[in-house]
Every structure is written in C-alpha cells, then in structure tokens.
C-alpha cells in the first residue's frame, strides 16, 4: 500500500474514527502541550480526510518542538504529509481556466 494511502483507509473502515477525533481535540482542548503525537495523530486524520488547511496546521504544531517527537518515522512521514498538504493547497488555491479550442487542420505526426 502506498505510504499516503493508509489513512483514506482508517477512515472507511475505523467506524471509531470519528470519536477518536473527538477526543483528541479533547486533549487538546483541555492541555494543548499534553503529548506532541496528539497534533501528529490529528494531522494524519486530516490529511485522510483531504482537510489540508488542517493537516498543516497540526502538523506545523507537531514539528514545532522536534526535542518531543518520539519516533523518526511519525517525524518523517509528518514532513512528507506538510509538503503535499502545502502542494494541494497550492494547486487547489490558484485554478486555472479550462477553455479547450478545437484547432482546425491540425495533425499529430505519426
């Protein structure tokens, strides 16, 4: 499975998905310097669930303090998921004009 995958799948097969959002923002509701992964784990939902602007907001919190981060590999993959994030927001926020022309007398060689 494609490393940018997984979390399109947690979503459509984790019925507790949503909850676990829930509590999470919980967590950070009521003690936002609790645990660092917190912001990791709601970035990963967000990016699964193509909300951008979210995954890089959370993720941002979560690079912010690299001394905290636990893993390399949730570190990393964060890296990877701000960088598409920040593309998808990019490409989604400048869209550009679809006005297909019909050119008469033209012929692709071959």
């Known amino acids: 499975m494609p490393i940018l ?3 399109h799948k947690f ?4 019925s507790n998905f949503k909850e676990a959002r829930r509590n ?6 009521l003690c936002p310097e609790y645990d660092i ?6 970035g990963e939902m967000s990016y699964g ?6 995954t890089v907001t959370y993720l941002n919190k979560f690079l912010s303090d690299v001394d905290k981060i636990k893993s390399d590999k949730n ?4 890296v990877d998921l701000l960088k598409y994030s920040k593309f998808y927001l990019e490409i989604t926020s400048h869209p ?6 019909v050119w008469k ?4 060689p071959g």
Do not use: G
């Not at 979503?11 to 984790?14: A, E, F, V, W």
């Not at 550009?96 to 022309?101: A, E, G, N, R, T």
């Not at 007398?105 to 692709?108: L, T």
């Open 5 to 7: 995958s997984w979390p």
């Open 105 to 108: 007398n033209f012929h692709f």
């Open 37 to 42: 992964d917190t912001y990791y784990y709601l």
């Open 11 to 14: 979503r459509k097969t984790n």
């Open 96 to 101: 550009v004009p679809f006005d297909p022309k």
């Open 75 to 78: 570190y990393d993959r964060a």
């Open 24 to 29: 999470f923002l919980k967590v950070i509701d």
């Open 49 to 54: 669930n193509e909300q951008y602007d979210s």
